[in-house]
């Protein structure tokens, strides 16, 4: 008995999870959700990934008023592993709950976005990395490329910027 009731315990856990990272991916303002879209697009096309990789959870989020509808973007947030293959269309949480038998894919991007849209110039800055290999030097990368977007001497820094949480 005892283990049926561990079965039914750890599948509540799971749900509750993917219906928190949903809930998570529902609440982000649409700038930033079209960036993580933009994060999973780049992850699930690598050809070495089989199972799809969605949004799990921010880490840390900013976003800059350039002044003319223009916003410089940050967010840092983890990607998970789905059950789900990644050929599936229309893919949520809800249809693909996460494996918890995978590592976490730690991602950070930064882009310029007018009305809301991700602007192509500059190129947006998209670094995703299984979060074991993620090391001090790429988290310093990372930090230079993104407050090297679009700065002009004297400018606040988009990872100092005490932007939305």
């Known amino acids: 008995m005892a283990p049926a009731f561990l079965v039914v ?3 509540a856990g799971t749900l509750l999870s993917s219906t928190e990272a949903q809930e998570a991916y529902d609440n982000l303002p649409e700038t930033f959700k079209k960036g993580v879209d933009l994060a999973v697009q780049h992850v699930n096309s690598h050809a070495n990934i089989q199972q799809l990789f969605l949004f799990f959870k921010s880490l ?3 976003s800059i008023d350039s002044g003319f509808n223009v916003n410089v973007i940050y967010h840092h947030f983890y ?6 293959s990644k050929a599936t269309e229309n893919p949520d ?4 709950p996460f494996r ?4 976490l894919i730690d991602c950070a991007l930064c882009y310029k976005a007018f009305s809301g849209k991700i602007e192509e110039n500059p190129v947006p800055y998209v670094n995703c990395v ?3 290999v ?3 030097e790429m988290k ?9 977007m679009g700065y002009s001497i004297g400018a606040a820094t988009l990872l100092a910027s005490t932007g939305t949480d």
Request: net charge positive; charged share 35%.
């Open 140 to 148: 310093a990368t990372r930090v230079e490329r993104c407050n090297a």
């Open 79 to 84: 990607l998970k592993a789905t059950k789900c």
């Open 130 to 132: 299984h979060k074991p």
């Open 60 to 62: 840390q989020k900013s």
């Open 134 to 136: 993620l090391t001090e």
């Open 100 to 103: 918890n038998d995978r590592p």
């Open 93 to 96: 949480t809800k249809k693909c």
């Open 9 to 11: 315990l750890l599948a």
